[in-house]
T-cell receptor, first 112, second 113 residues
Framework: EAQVTQNPRYLITVTGKKLTVTCSQN?????MSWYRQDPGLGLRQIYY???????DKGDVPEGYKVSRKEKRNFPLILESPSPNQTSLYFC???????????FGQGTRLTVV | AQSVTQPDIHITVSEGASLELRCNYS??????LFWYVQSPGQGLQLLLK??????LVQGIKGFEAEFKRSQSSFNLRKPSVHWSDAAEYFC???????????FGKGTRLSVIA
């Protein structure tokens, strides 16, 4: 089954403790992205990747890192999480720029 | 920079009534347009998409959308809403070049009996 898989689905952590949210897709898609969703703000782009070893900042990249060492994986790294990074995070992949995005189920992160 | 506007934050409709969710975009060329639905606690699911051709596109779950270039709009419609349609709906635009989708802020749909 074609899918984008994120882990974990839920995470509660403390300020400053490094964490990684994994994202994997099995559709051989070139493009992968991370979004955060906050009430009243919709989905905002954090980072995106056009291919292996090619990443670029989205609209809200501060406090986040990503890597794309393999085509299928695109982890999101929070080196020193802060409470303002409490949010719902989505990973998405697309075959090309003029096709639809497929989304993971989301990761609800709480930073206390 | 282009943007996507969904003017209605929250809409309430009666079950069986018709529905129209508005979406306007600002973009210098004909964009690729999408509507997604997010049910509570779920990820985003594609309802329909427009790339070119017929400006009225059909999607899943009985939804349709019409692209109107002159109005820079891509409104989502459904003739008869079901209680299970209660969800949040997002309009999105694909920009030219290698960039991600740009989303509107969403419209939350409530369905009452």
């Amino acid at each position: 089954e074609a899918q984008v898989t994120q882990n974990p689905r839920y995470l509660i952590t403390v300020t400053g403790k490094k964490l990684t949210v994994t994202c994997s897709q099995n559709m051989n898609h070139e493009y992968m992205s991370w979004y955060r969703q906050d009430p009243g703000l919709g989905l905002r782009q954090i980072y995106y990747s056009m291919n292996v070893e090619v990443t670029d900042k989205g609209d809200v990249p501060e406090g986040y890192k990503v890597s794309r060492k393999e085509k299928r994986n695109f982890p999101l790294i929070l080196e020193s999480p802060s409470p303002n990074q409490t949010s719902l995070y989505f990973c998405a992949s697309r075959r090309s720029m003029n096709t639809e995005a497929f989304f993971g189920q989301g990761t609800r992160l709480t930073v206390v | 920079a282009q943007s996507v506007t969904q003017p209605d934050i929250h809409i309430t409709v009666s079950e069986g009534a018709s529905l129209e969710l508005r979406c306007n975009y600002s973009y210098g060329a004909t964009p690729y347009l999408f509507w997604y639905v997010q049910s509570p606690g779920q990820g985003l699911q594609l309802l329909l998409k427009y790339f070119s051709g017929d400006t009225l596109v059909q999607g899943i779950k009985g939804f349709e959308a019409e692209f109107k270039r002159s109005q820079s709009s891509f409104n989502l419609r459904k003739p008869s809403v079901h209680w299970s349609d209660a969800a949040e709906y997002f309009c999105a635009v694909a920009r030219l070049g290698n960039t991600p989708l740009v989303f509107g802020k969403g419209t939350r749909l409530s369905v009452i009996a």
